[in-house]
């Protein structure tokens, strides 16, 4: 069941095996798979508001409305980020339930935005598990649980998705939805086109088999034209119905407390001026806030670097200095061209009547282009192993078939175009950065937000792999399959390096996958803040299951590996209650 206000919950006098904290992407997994037995009792603690009812959450292509400065967003901002000339950018992250799975839009196309579903590749999982000395995180024992999380779905027209994915590699009796667009569109053929005329860009029938380098169809995660979240999927009515399963929404952890000697008892607030309420739970309390609201928690609770808890008048609990760091996230650039055509998202952004039959048509059919996110394709490359800035850093991919940079391809721009033109999008990210950065307080003022640090661009690497990774963009637009279509690119007028890196710096932000802060290590390393079992060193009675877990950050993006973490958990987190 769903509570809105915990007057209802403590009515019925419950006590609780396990409570999760936040209902996000990996939190509604372990709420649903520990809630399959019917012995044990849940209670998922959400911050945010319910995402039932709300459109521009449902409709796929409707959510550049979720976020940001929204009700369902927590609207942080970064510090002034050095490698991106002191800018502070948006920072979003969902504030509902579903978490960021609810809100995965940020891709601003007036009525497009993308619901991504990439895993990553084999080496990228085969890195977890060598760092933290467990075989369990390596891709192949992770397989089961990918096509576990997955139910393959048809796309929204129904068209022969033949040649498009490997039916080998996906899971068809899941609970997240994947499938391909369903509505097709008209630079599609041009895409597959230009990966046989181009060196470089293979054609990948799958980019989730684990060997993602090369171009490919995009996965996303929609059935029947409506976005499928972890709360329209993990949650479902036939799930929200078991009798031990419950959801209380506005319900804001501010700390998790220890008590006899176990940190089993959280605090949390629903009225933002009002006394902070307590539960506790008789087995675990699963942090699962995310990447900036666990660590957020954790260090708030006094469990972090005591001396800088200290200094800000946080009382230490537990010494574990690594909470807050090591995080990573995904530098973008969005990079346009002007084209040669009047087919592309645009036309019906810059046409009132024409965005109403869009709509029209979503809502009597559930097809049109409202099914789908904007980009049709992506593309998943390396820059050359030998390039010197490898000699003197390092190479930050997890290895020879791990990219280092995406394309994702669209039929139009992305952000909010301008008034006039049409346009064709070869947005370039930095998926394998060596750049880390920190989540770390100022205050001891519990409904504070944190600082965010991604430090983007704060890798020479990363700055070098971002120029090359604009090169290859410009690079694929000049394949015969673009001929007579694109014209000039939007905004970029840079022709050396310096200027493709002033153009970089001034212009490049997030693609929102933040990860790392709460990271594993080896059972017996002073490092890391969770064992490999995600139960955190030191303590009693408390894990943590969401993407401020992972070590390394995958070559993807992210909600994928939020799925696989949370579907391991919850076996993990089983076993030791049998
Ligand atoms: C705008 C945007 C677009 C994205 N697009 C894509 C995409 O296209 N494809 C893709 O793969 N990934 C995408 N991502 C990334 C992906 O959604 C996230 O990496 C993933 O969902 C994170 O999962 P999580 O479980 O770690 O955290 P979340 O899903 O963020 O869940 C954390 C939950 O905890 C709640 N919470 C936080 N603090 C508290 C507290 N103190 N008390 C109670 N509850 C709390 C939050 O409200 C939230 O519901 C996007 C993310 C954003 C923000």
Sequence with gaps: AILENVADLNALNLTFDFIVVGGGTAGNVVANRLSENPNHKILVLEAGGSNTGVLDIIVPSFCREATPNTAQDWNYTTTP???????????????????????????????????????????????????????????????????????WSPPADNHNTAGKFDPAVHGFEGITAVSLSGFPTPIDSRIIAATSEL???????????????????????????????????????????????????????????????????????????????????????????????????????????????????????????????????????????????????????????????????WNTSRTGPLVDNPLSHIGWLRVPNNSPVFEQFGDPSAGPNTPHFELIIANGMIPPPPPEGNFLSVVPVVVSPASRGSVTLNTNDLLADPLINPNHLGSEVDVFIMREAVKSAVRFTTAPAWDDYVLSAVGLNATTDAEIDAFVRANAATIYHPVGTASMSPRSAAWGVVDPDLRVKGLTGLRVVDLSVVPFIPAAHTQAAAYIIGERASDLIKESWN
């Design 199 to 361: 060196e470089g860009y293979p054609f990948n029938l799958d980019m989730n088999s684990g060997n993602p380098i090369g171009v490919g169809w995009g996965q996303l995660t929609v059935k029947d034209g409506e976005r499928s979240s972890s709360a329209t999927s993990y949650l479902a009515s036939q799930f929200l119905g078991r009798p031990n399963l419950y959801v209380l929404l506005n319900a804001r952890v501010t700390r998790v407390l220890e008590t006899s000697g176990a940190v089993r008892t959280v605090e949390f607030v629903q009225d933002l001026n009002g006394e902070p309420l307590t539960l506790t739970a008789t087995k675990e309390v699963i942090l699962s806030a995310g990447s900036i609201g666990t660590p957020n928690i954790l260090l708030h609770s006094g469990i972090g670097n005591s001396s800088t808890l200290t200094t800000l008048g946080i009382q230490p609990v537990h010494n574990l200095p690594s909470v807050g760091q090591n995080l990573s996230d995904h530098t973008l650039l969005f990079l346009s061209f002007l084209v040669n055509s009047t087919n592309t998202f645009e036309t019906a952004v810059h046409n009132a009547t024409l965005a109403a039959e869009e709509f029209a048509q």
């Design 81 to 151: 980020q050095v490698g991106l000339n002191g800018r502070s950018i948006a920072h979003n992250r969902g504030f509902v339930l579903g978490g960021s799975s609810s809100v995965s839009k940020s891709f601003i196309v007036e009525h497009q935005y993308y619901m991504v579903y990439t895993r990553g590749s084999k080496e990228d999982f085969n890195r977890w598990a060598a760092v933290t000395e467990d075989d369990g995180w390596s891709w192949d024992n992770l397989l089961p649980y990918m096509t576990k999380n997955e139910i």
